[in-house]
């Protein structure tokens, strides 16, 4: 093919492919304009199915979640070269000495100034907190106020509002503020936490760092937590991000409700790792309403010291498992007077079961002082039914014995399978430890030296030879522990040891 042949079917070629475009509707332009195309190719986009989200749940709670600022106007203990210089040995210089005045009168300078500032406030903590009603009641925790002088709120429009405090109730970490508006406010309700089940989906909202208005999701992970701060520890864990600054705001439930109060994260590092603990919702309900009616919060009160039962404890008094709750000490309480007493198990209430120590001392405080109660009590091998009049739990008082334990090491006797040295005590109430071999039971159940035993297998004890006497009974009736009653720093206890060499 020649050259003149190529261009002409070359340009027919073109002519061919221009109107075979032209047919398809696309136009094509040379020139400045470059390249344009009038019927471009769609985006990507999958259309899956839709994956629920908490926008909408969000929506509805935020506006009822607010920010709690707390200042107060108590004056700093330390000034601020304290720090600085109080551990530098200023106060070991002699009275004279130019340094030691020149810190004295700045001292002096500084509290002049502090006592002519008054009602000066200072910042001591931030939290979050929630309306549960539309007349301005907030939910927040005890921690985020205690401290406190002054409380002010800001709302999820920004809104500052002055807040008064109602009540707290530091043993369950709840504290209840006022606002006094005419306005209405976006209030939320508590949820019915029993049917909170493990896997379930929350959102947290709450003031983290002072953020304000945030809002994280995760799950319920656990129920029951026992963290060790009260004997009222019953947690929802959860793995929604909760850091400073969340503690008093809520969990909620797909449903908008509340079955939760932030109050404590577990972290290592300070922050968020997944492991957060709130309040449930139906211990605040309880508290939240006394403290709004009464500003204090009423409790049953058995009058005793009681313990975990263990199943060495269990297998030490005759229970087949380990449930329910020991007394350690009866102390001078409504138990005492309806006849319980120290190595008694409770193991029932109104025929209802006793899971543990912390299932009988939530379940007496949420009984009204004044009832009556019938108490499975395990004893001498057997249940019994006890009744008992509960009473109000009254302020905490010091309850110590004053007992002498001291001793004369000549009358200590070696108790050597038990790993035990003991001594008779000075008042004639039970013997003195004197020495724990380390590798022992008695030493791994926490005994040390100092401690007083009581009793064994519910027997007193003043000399080492009751407590083999009551080593010999148990092994006799098939027991294969013993149970001592120990006084730990003047506190009751109970120690389950297994029987040696029988």
Do not use: C
Not at 274 to 281: D, L, Q
Not at 330 to 340: E, L, N, R, V, Y
Not at 385 to 408: C, F, L
């Amino acid at each position: 093919m020649t050259v003149l042949h190529r261009k002409f079917f070359s340009r027919r070629m073109l002519a061919a492919i221009s109107l075979s475009t032209a047919l398809a509707g696309t136009m094509v332009l040379s020139g400045p304009a470059g390249f344009i195309s009038v019927a471009q190719a769609a985006a990507v986009y999958v259309k899956g199915p839709q994956v629920p989200g908490f926008a909408d749940v969000v929506n509805q709670v935020k506006p009822a979640v607010v920010s709690v600022q707390v200042k107060s106007s108590a004056r700093e203990q330390n000034g601020p070269m304290s720090g600085l210089f109080g551990g530098s040995g200023i106060e070991q210089l002699p009275d004279n000495h130019p340094l030691k005045r020149f810190f004295r009168d700045f001292e002096e300078r500084r509290e002049h100034r502090n006592r002519n500032r008054k009602g000066h406030m200072r910042p001591v903590s931030q939290g979050s907190g929630f309306f549960i009603s539309e007349d301005g009641y907030i939910v927040t925790n005890n921690h985020v106020v205690a401290d406190g002088t002054s409380y002010a709120v800001v709302l999820d429009d920004g809104t500052e509002l002055e807040a008064k405090l109602v009540g707290t109730d530091p043993r369950t970490d709840l504290a209840v503020l006022k606002i006094d508006n005419k306005r209405k406010f976006s209030y939320v309700d508590f949820a019915d936490d029993n049917l909170v089940r493990i896997g379930d989906w929350v959102v947290a909202v709450g003031n983290p760092f002072g953020l304000g208005g945030t809002v994280t999701s995760g799950i319920v992970s656990a129920r029951g937590r026992d963290i060790g701060a009260g004997v009222y520890d019953d947690f929802i864990q959860i793995d929604a991000a909760v850091n400073r600054g969340n503690s008093g705001g809520p969990t909620f439930n797909l449903n908008g409700q509340v079955v939760g109060i932030n109050t404590a994260i577990f972290s290592p590092s300070g922050g968020s790792v997944g492991i957060a603990f709130a309040i449930p919702a139906s211990t605040a309900a309880q508290v939240v309403h006394q403290l709004i009616d009464k500003g204090v919060v009423e409790r049953g009160w058995l009058g005793v010291q009681i313990q975990p039962v263990t199943k060495e404890i269990a297998e030490s008094v005759g229970l087949k498992e380990p449930k329910g709750a020991m007394i350690a000490d009866p102390m001078d309480g409504p138990a005492a007077k309806a006849g319980i007493k120290a190595g008694n198990v409770i193991i029932s209430i109104d025929g209802t079961d006793i899971a543990d120590a912390r299932d009988l001392a939530r379940r007496i405080a949420a009984i009204k002082p004044g009832g009556t109660v019938t108490l499975g009590v395990w004893r001498n091998g057997k249940k019994e039914d006890v009744k008992v009049r509960i009473a109000a739990m009254p302020e905490q008082k010091n309850t110590a014995a004053g007992i002498d334990t001291g001793s004369s090491s000549e009358d200590a006797v070696s108790l050597d399978n038990y790993g035990l040295t003991v001594t008779p005590s000075e008042n004639g109430k039970g013997v003195v430890v004197t020495n724990v071999d380390p590798d022992s039971e008695a030493a791994d159940k926490g005994m040390r030296p100092g401690d007083v035993i009581r009793t064994v297998n519910g027997k007193a004890v003043v000399r080492a030879a009751d407590i083999t006497d009551a080593i010999n009974e148990a092994v006799k009736v098939g027991r294969t522990a013993i149970l001592m009653q120990v006084e730990t720093s003047e506190q009751n206890h109970f120690v389950a040891l297994s029987i040696q060499g029988k």
